[in-house]
């Protein structure tokens, strides 16, 4: 998949291999989606809470039944239909209906009652708790008295009270707002700690299955076969391994489970608002289809730009990459001004993506916040109006306020999290791709594996081809001995590190056989094999890490490599480095000569105590004086050794047992270098021609 391309927002079956990765934490999950949802019912409680603080507690009121207004057929009808909803005064008898239930009583009924007088819209009664009453309540006060000590008084005559005396009597009033009050900071602190809870496993869940993902993308490296790193560039395997991953994470901690919880607030909310009021509910659902079309239109427009602005920066990581590995090149050739523009140009599409989603955003959000501001203007037109005509409480009308603004928070963050999902699901693809991508070196069914090792070569009728149609090897056929040294020898191109990489079986031959002590390379156990060959490069790879870590790689005990440094002549220029073997390595080895770096190739090669060397252009880019150190070093590893030398300054070769040489995908001429000078052949004109070039000695023949 291109790095610019987005994914689909919902895929089962990447979600499906995904879940393998993810149901090893099961037990997590439903913890931090209990936690989820207890946050969830903490945020729907604290509007609902305030609603019960102002209609119980702070607005309270009550309205007198006046049943003389009725018939006696309406009374009797009236009691039996409302009873549950109302109570009764014993002295002087009467009944009282609270404010809060008004909701509960058809519409159709409580327009009649206030059209007959039943219930009158200026008579406010306010009920005073058992035992809160004062004896010098004021001369005249209409007070009701209920069966267990509660009294109710007309709203407008608590004015005549004195304040001390309003205290008392609003004394449980007091009491139970400053209990919902401190509830509701209760409510406020556990809903801290269970966010930070929240936020804590999620973040746990995210870097577990990452490691575990990284881990797996790793191995899967690791098994590849060198043709799958010909093809892909190491920036892009880097690429999945750290921002495909990465997006993965923050799918995991900001989108699956906070999702959840905005979708359990939404529901939440909506059935919240139907239970306090289904009328006015239903009206403010009539602007779901637009929130939703609004939603839709953002995340498509959104996902095109979000597109264009991950390719840009992938392609500003791409050039940043290239140019400053190739920093020499650019100020040695003073192309310094050219590669500027080059920048600017690709830094422009960049800005000019990022401001189009930013357009995009300044839009939506204006918008989200106008239908917003339109649902709350809406819900206090027709909710006050109820408020007024007593068919919907203050407390009620509060609430589905505070409810249309937390019902929008969550459609926003779904809309925003829109392009989060489809990058991770683009990702995911990616990662999947890379890993089901049939590269790997193929084992056989019961490997070889053996103890002792002779180190008999023999390459039988081998031809290779990097790509069909283009042999690179044909029918080459050779033999090499326990302990023998052979060189390679040939031109550039002509297949020599071919071979090498064959025998070291990063590719397989395309006909013929490899036989190692007899048995097919195919029938080796690859890891055994990797054992036994020690293979020392032209280009050597310096890892970060010390100089002791670097010969060690993590096999061989600290006493083996500084042996293997003495053998390999690689001591003495250690020694004199500031840490000696404790010495870090920077870049790349940057801190070393050419020379320093190819004795510590020597000297990681010889810690492993291979059964077979290889030695590939191994003092091809060396000065005499790092070379002689080279050569002394070589006629040690050798001894006793099978060693295969590929050279291309035949002076280093011409001591080997043997002399292949490989001339266009074949095996031209073999023998030793004094029966290949008598020949007259290839090998002499190629000795002729570097003696003279060069200087260096040659052996007549």
Same mark, same amino acid.
């Given at each position: 998949?291109?790095?610019?391309?987005?994914?689909?927002?919902?895929?089962?079956?990447?979600?499906?291999?995904?879940?393998?990765?993810?149901?090893?934490?099961?037990?997590?999950?439903?913890?931090?989606?209990?936690?989820?949802?207890?946050?969830?019912?903490?945020?729907?409680?604290?509007?609902?809470?305030?609603?019960?603080?102002?209609?119980?507690?702070?607005?309270?009121?009550?309205?007198?039944?006046?049943?003389?207004?009725?018939?006696?057929?309406?009374? *009797?009808?009236?009691?039996?239909?409302?009873?549950?909803?109302?109570?009764?005064?014993?002295?002087?008898?009467?009944?009282?209906?609270?404010?809060?239930?008004?909701?509960?009583?058809?519409?159709? *009924?409580?327009?009649?009652?206030?059209?007959?007088?039943?219930?009158?819209?200026?008579?406010?009664?306010?009920?005073?708790?058992?035992?809160?009453?004062?004896?010098?309540?004021?001369?005249?006060?209409?007070?009701? %008295?209920?069966?267990?000590?509660?009294?109710?008084?007309?709203?407008?005559?608590?004015?005549?009270?004195?304040?001390?005396?309003?205290?008392?009597?609003?004394?449980?009033?007091?009491?139970?707002?400053?209990?919902?009050?401190?509830?509701?900071?209760?409510?406020? !602190?556990?809903?801290?700690?269970?966010?930070?809870?929240?936020?804590? !496993?999620?973040?746990?869940?995210?870097?577990?299955?990452?490691?575990?993902?990284?881990?797996?993308?790793?191995?899967?490296?690791?098994?590849?076969?060198?043709?799958?790193?010909?093809?892909?560039?190491?920036?892009?395997?880097?690429?999945?391994?750290?921002? *495909?991953?990465?997006?993965?994470?923050?799918?995991?901690?900001?989108?699956?489970?906070?999702?959840?919880?905005?979708?359990?607030?939404?529901?939440?909310?909506?059935?919240?608002?139907?239970?306090?009021?289904?009328?006015?509910?239903?009206?403010?659902?009539?602007?779901?289809?637009?929130?939703?079309?609004?939603?839709?239109?953002?995340?498509? !427009?959104?996902?095109?730009?979000?597109?264009?602005?991950?390719?840009?920066?992938?392609?500003?990581?791409?050039?940043?990459?290239?140019?400053?590995?190739?920093?020499?090149?650019? %100020?040695?050739?003073?192309?310094?001004?050219?590669?500027?523009?080059?920048?600017?140009?690709?830094?422009?599409?960049?800005?000019?993506?990022?401001?189009?989603?930013?357009?995009?955003?300044?839009?939506?959000?204006?918008?989200?916040?106008?239908?917003?501001?339109?649902?709350?203007?809406?819900?206090?037109?027709?909710?006050?109006?109820?408020?007024?005509?007593? &068919?919907?409480?203050?407390?009620?009308?509060?609430?589905?306020?505070?409810?249309?603004?937390?019902?929008?928070?969550?459609?926003? @963050?779904?809309?925003?999290?829109?392009?989060?999902? %489809?990058?991770?699901?683009?990702?995911?693809?990616?990662?999947?791709?890379?890993?089901?991508?049939?590269?790997?070196?193929?084992?056989?069914?019961?490997?070889?594996?053996?103890?002792?090792?002779?180190?008999?070569?023999?390459?039988?009728?081998?031809?290779?081809?990097?790509?069909?149609?283009?042999?690179?090897?044909?029918?080459?056929?050779?033999?090499?001995?326990?302990?023998?040294?052979?060189?390679?020898?040939?031109?550039?191109?002509?297949?020599?590190?071919?071979?090498?990489?064959?025998?070291?079986?990063?590719? @397989?031959? *395309?006909?013929?056989?490899?036989?190692?002590?007899?048995?097919?390379?195919?029938?080796?156990?690859?890891?055994?094999?990797?054992?036994?060959?020690?293979?020392?490069?032209? @280009?050597?790879?310096?890892?970060?890490?010390?100089?002791?870590?670097?010969?060690?790689?993590?096999?061989? @005990?600290?006493?083996?490599?500084?042996?293997?440094?003495?053998?390999?002549?690689?001591?003495?220029?250690?020694?004199?480095?500031?840490?000696?073997?404790?010495?870090?390595?920077?870049?790349?080895?940057?801190?070393?000569?050419?020379?320093?770096?190819?004795?510590?190739?020597?000297?990681?090669?010889?810690?492993?105590?291979?059964?077979?060397?290889?030695?590939?252009?191994?003092?091809?880019?060396?000065?005499?004086?790092?070379?002689?150190?080279?050569?002394?070093?070589?006629?040690?590893?050798?001894?006793?050794?099978?060693?295969?030398?590929?050279?291309?300054?035949?002076?280093?070769?011409?001591?080997?047992?043997?002399?292949?040489?490989?001339?266009?995908?074949?095996?031209?001429?073999?023998?030793?270098?004094?029966?290949?000078?008598?020949?007259?052949?290839?090998?002499?004109?190629?000795?002729?021609?570097?003696?003279?070039?060069?200087?260096?000695?040659?052996? &007549?023949?």
């Amino acid at each position: 998949m291109e790095e610019g391309k987005l994914g689909r927002v919902y895929d089962s079956r990447l979600l499906l291999r995904l879940a393998g990765y993810i149901s090893p934490y099961w037990k997590k999950i439903a913890f931090t989606l209990c936690l989820t949802l207890l946050i969830a019912v903490a945020d729907l409680a604290v509007p609902y809470l305030t609603k019960i603080a102002i209609d119980r507690y702070i607005v309270s009121s009550w309205s007198m039944i006046h049943t003389e207004s009725l018939n006696g057929g309406e009374s *009797d009808e009236l009691i039996k239909g409302y009873r549950h909803l109302f109570i009764e005064t014993v002295s002087p008898p009467a009944l009282f209906v609270f404010h809060g239930n008004m909701g509960r009583i058809d519409p159709r *009924d409580l327009r009649s009652f206030r059209a007959k007088g039943v219930i009158k819209n200026d008579e406010k009664y306010y009920l005073i708790a058992p035992g809160s009453v004062s004896e010098s309540l004021p001369t005249g006060t209409s007070a009701f %008295q209920t069966n267990d000590g509660a009294t109710l008084i007309l709203h407008s005559e608590m004015a005549s009270i004195p304040h001390r005396e309003i205290l008392k009597i609003r004394a449980s009033d007091i009491n139970g707002v400053a209990l919902l009050g401190s509830a509701l900071l209760v409510l406020v !602190m556990i809903s801290f700690c269970l966010g930070y809870g929240e936020h804590f !496993m999620l973040e746990l869940l995210g870097q577990r299955i990452m490691q575990d993902i990284r881990l797996a993308l790793f191995k899967r490296m690791q098994a590849k076969r060198v043709p799958f790193f010909d093809r892909h560039p190491v920036g892009r395997l880097v690429t999945r391994a750290t921002n *495909d991953v990465e997006n993965l994470n923050e799918m995991f901690k900001s989108v699956i489970i906070t999702v959840c919880k905005d979708i359990l607030i939404i529901t939440g909310i909506l059935a919240v608002l139907v239970y306090l009021n289904w009328r006015l509910a239903i009206l403010c659902f009539l602007f779901l289809p637009i929130i939703t079309g609004v939603t839709f239109l953002f995340s498509s !427009m959104s996902r095109e730009v979000f597109r264009q602005l991950r390719a840009a920066v992938a392609k500003i990581n791409s050039f940043l990459q290239e140019r400053l590995s190739g920093m020499k090149v650019v %100020q040695l050739f003073v192309t310094e001004a050219h590669q500027m523009d080059i920048f600017s140009q690709i830094n422009r599409e960049n800005y000019r993506a990022g401001m189009r989603q930013v357009r995009i955003f300044g839009v939506f959000m204006p918008i989200m916040e106008i239908l917003s501001s339109g649902a709350i203007a809406l819900i206090i037109w027709y909710g006050g109006g109820k408020v007024v005509s007593e &068919s919907l409480t203050l407390g009620a009308l509060v609430a589905f306020i505070s409810y249309m603004q937390m019902f929008f928070k969550p459609i926003r @963050d779904i809309a925003e999290k829109y392009n989060i999902m %489809q990058a991770a699901m683009a990702s995911t693809e990616r990662i999947f791709e890379f890993m089901d991508e049939a590269d790997e070196m193929p084992q056989a069914s019961a490997p070889y594996s053996p103890e002792q090792f002779k180190g008999h070569l023999v390459f039988k009728d081998v031809s290779f081809s990097y790509r069909k149609g283009e042999p690179v090897l044909s029918g080459v056929s050779f033999e090499i001995r326990p302990g023998e040294t052979v060189a390679l020898v040939g031109p550039t191109g002509s297949g020599k590190t071919t071979i090498i990489h064959l025998l070291e079986r990063f590719y @397989d031959p *395309d006909e013929g056989t490899i036989l190692l002590d007899g048995v097919d390379l195919k029938e080796w156990d690859q890891k055994r094999l990797h054992e036994l060959l020690g293979l020392v490069m032209q @280009d050597v790879f310096i890892f970060s890490g010390t100089v002791e870590e670097n010969i060690r790689l993590g096999s061989s @005990d600290s006493s083996k490599a500084r042996e293997a440094a003495r053998t390999a002549n690689a001591y003495g220029f250690i020694q004199r480095l500031p840490s000696g073997m404790k010495e870090v390595m920077g870049e790349a080895g940057a801190s070393l000569s050419t020379g320093q770096r190819q004795l510590l190739s020597f000297a990681r090669a010889l810690a492993k105590n291979p059964g077979l060397l290889i030695l590939d252009e191994a003092t091809s880019s060396v000065d005499p004086e790092t070379e002689r150190l080279i050569q002394d070093a070589i006629g040690r590893m050798t001894a006793r050794r099978t060693t295969l030398v590929v050279a291309h300054r035949l002076s280093t070769v011409m001591d080997a047992g043997r002399i292949l040489v490989v001339m266009k995908g074949r095996i031209a001429e073999q023998g030793t270098h004094e029966e290949l000078m008598r020949l007259g052949g290839t090998y002499r004109k190629l000795q002729r021609l570097q003696a003279r070039g060069s200087g260096y000695p040659t052996k &007549s023949g």
